[in-house]
């Protein structure tokens, strides 16, 4: 089992439309949470990090399920623009960085 | 701006040859980098992680001959992979972040290589 599994895809959306991303992990020990978006070609950057509590970020929200060992990302409204991978990332203290292999996401108009 | 910066961006070169790529921390002295290759439409995959003042930490299955990695500074780490075959065309993606595990991974540029 990998330690940080997500659905690879792709996801073909419309624009406009509500589209939800899940990614589970192995270890208990998992201290903290991100979502990466990289765009085809380019280095991954920071989306959001992911806090117990949960968070969002305009159109953006991510939850932390700990009891569950998952976090999910919602995109509302979907862009055009919001066309990517999108990486689940779990860091579990010190520099111990795991990525998941990405959900391919396409908004079409 | 960058928080980290890798050169070059893109490289061709001769199989046979040596390739250097470096990365940079400028905002923060990064005691780990770490060294990612990824194909085509596959997902990031660490290659090592770089340890400044000595041996970086190569996984498994990656061959520390062929890809060597040097961290003399607290701002620099290089990979050279040498010895290049086209199989060794790649993107390759340097990150480094500040010790803690909330602290944000801040990724280069990336370099695309390609051997001939």
């Known amino acids: 089992r990998k330690e940080v599994e997500q659905d690879p895809g792709p996801f073909n959306v419309p624009e406009g439309a509500t589209v939800a991303f899940n990614c589970t992990y192995s270890?208990?020990?998992?201290?903290?949470f991100f979502w990466y978006r990289q765009d085809c070609r380019k280095e991954p950057k920071l989306l959001m990090s992911?806090?117990?509590s949960g968070n969002e970020d305009g159109r953006f929200t991510a939850q932390l399920n700990r009891a569950s060992q998952y976090i999910s990302l919602l995109i509302r409204d979907s862009k055009l623009s919001d066309s990517a991978t999108y990486l689940c990332?779990?860091?579990?203290?010190?520099?111990?960085?795991?990525f998941g292999a990405g959900t391919r996401l396409f908004v079409k108009a | 701006g960058a928080v980290v910066s890798q050169h070059p961006s893109w490289v061709i070169c001769k199989s046979g040859t040596s390739v250097k790529i470096e990365c940079r921390s400028l905002d923060f002295q990064a005691t780990t980098m770490f060294w990612y290759r990824q194909f085509p439409k596959q997902s990031l995959m660490l290659m090592a992680t770089s340890n400044e003042g000595s041996k970086a930490t190569y996984e498994q299955g990656v061959e520390k001959d062929k890809f060597l990695i040097n961290h003399a500074s607290l701002t620099l780490s290089t990979l050279t992979v040498t010895s290049a075959h086209p199989e060794d065309s790649s993107f390759y993606i340097c990150s480094a972040s500040l010790a803690g595990a909330g602290n944000t991974i801040y990724f280069g540029e990336g370099s695309w290589l390609t051997v001939v």
């Open positions: 270890n208990s020990a998992s201290q903290s």
């Open positions: 992911v806090y117990s």
């Open positions: 990332v779990v860091k579990t203290g010190g520099f111990k960085t795991i």
